[in-house]
């Protein structure tokens, strides 16, 4: 189990740095866009605007930089299905079956911890996090790979690896091990990273999406128990 902290004040900040990123992940900015809702039957996640990043993964970033490091941006789609979908079950396998379950309370003190599973211990966003250094170790695309925060079956909070692949926007998640296309997932999408900037966040949600560059502090913070 984690936690979300109040500290939203550092994801803002980011949010005000990154106001000069513009991209097609930003065009549904406008009272219209902001009305509607994912679309269940696509393959392809839909984003609303940015929304302040998880404090965990701003801290995460400070820590090991080039985690998070900006690269060439190439919005490549690989294809989601033969050797590449292999590839994409078998980290998600391996990952899942080498780290031993462990709350960032348990294991440090704290409510919230991102890191990668260095103790071979960790939470979901742990077991995330280790999946996208090995695909991205393993020649995908790091644009391709977006860490994502859900509500679980519970309601819960939970991270995921998003996968964008020319098929489908694919989960990687420590609860299962197999594969699913992110509509066949029984989780409400939240947000995710930007594949155009490690440190920008896009809303899945539009209720938290930021409608405006000057006026972020709209958006409230989520927090509660994750898992």
Request: aromatic share 8%; hydrophobic share 35%; proline share 7%.
């Amino acid at each position: 189990m984690r936690a979300w902290t109040k500290a939203i004040v550092a994801g803002l900040t980011l949010l005000s740095t990154a106001g000069a990123v513009q991209s097609a992940e930003q065009v549904a900015l406008s009272v219209h866009s902001l009305n509607q809702a994912q679309d269940q039957t696509s393959p392809y996640m839909r984003v609303f605007g940015v929304t302040p990043p998880p404090y965990g993964h701003v801290d995460f970033c400070r820590r090991e930089p080039r985690e998070c490091a900006d690269s060439k941006v190439e919005d490549v789609r690989r294809p989601g299905k033969g050797e590449a979908m292999a590839e994409l079950d078998r980290v998600n396998r391996q990952v899942n079956a080498e780290i031993v379950p462990m709350t960032d309370m348990d294991q440090y003190g704290v409510e919230d911890y991102w890191t990668l599973p260095y103790s071979g211990r960790g939470d979901c966003e742990d077991y995330a996090l280790l999946k996208r250094q090995r695909l991205a170790k393993s020649g995908w695309p790091v644009s391709s790979l977006v860490m994502t925060v859900v509500f679980d079956e519970k309601r819960e909070g939970h991270a995921v690896l998003t996968v964008r692949t020319a098929d489908g926007d694919f989960i990687l998640d420590n609860k299962v091990n197999d594969i699913k296309l992110w509509s066949r997932t029984p989780y409400q999408f939240v947000m995710r990273q930007s594949y155009l900037n490690p440190h920008l966040w896009m809303s899945l949600d539009p209720k938290r999406a930021v409608p405006s560059m000057a006026s972020p502090l709209q958006v409230s913070g989520l927090h509660g128990p994750m898992h």
